[in-house]
């Protein structure tokens, strides 16, 4: 069993054919631990491979091939976000409308109860009814406000920044 290489001691070395070839560490590294410095000085010595058309050919079609998958994995990324908008809008819609109604039901209840403790205290019904309206109006003008400004979270932000990051504009 040999020694195991020192590896804060490892030099890296270029190919002189090609400096941005990609070779495997242990082809492109000296070792200090090792003997054999032939086989990686042979290698190094080795000319550029020449590729034909139909190397050439094939490795075209694979970049096209990449392509047409990270646009399909795009499309489809694009798609889950416009379907996460289109179910969190109906989401939405039919939790408003519930809660529309069950808060209609219980400020009915609401009303009806004032009204009713009004009469007991001996307010003339003119002025509790006044009162109960300007409740209902300041009441209705704060989950107006409410509404407002929720309405401006629910927007396509997220998908149009999806878009400028993945196409690069700005």
Known sequence: MGTAPDFRRAQFILSPA???????PRASTLFFAEDEETETDERIKQPYPDPTFNDVFESL???????????????????????????????????????????????????????????????????????LLLLNAVTAWGLFRLAKNAYGYLSFSRVIKLLERVVGTK
Not at 18 to 24: E, V
Not at 78 to 103: D, I, P, W
């Open 18 to 24: 090609n400096p941005y070839q990609l070779t495997a």
């Open 61 to 131: 079609q694979n970049a096209l091939n990449q392509k047409k998958s990270q646009y399909f994995a795009f499309c489809e990324l694009v798609n889950s976000e416009l379907v996460l908008v289109k179910k969190s809008f109906f989401v939405t819609v039919f939790a408003a409308l519930s809660a529309f109604a069950v808060g209609t039901v219980c400020w009915l209840i609401f009303n009806i109860a004032l009204a009713a403790i009004f009469h007991e205290l001996g307010i003339h019904f003119i002025a509790s009814s006044l009162i």
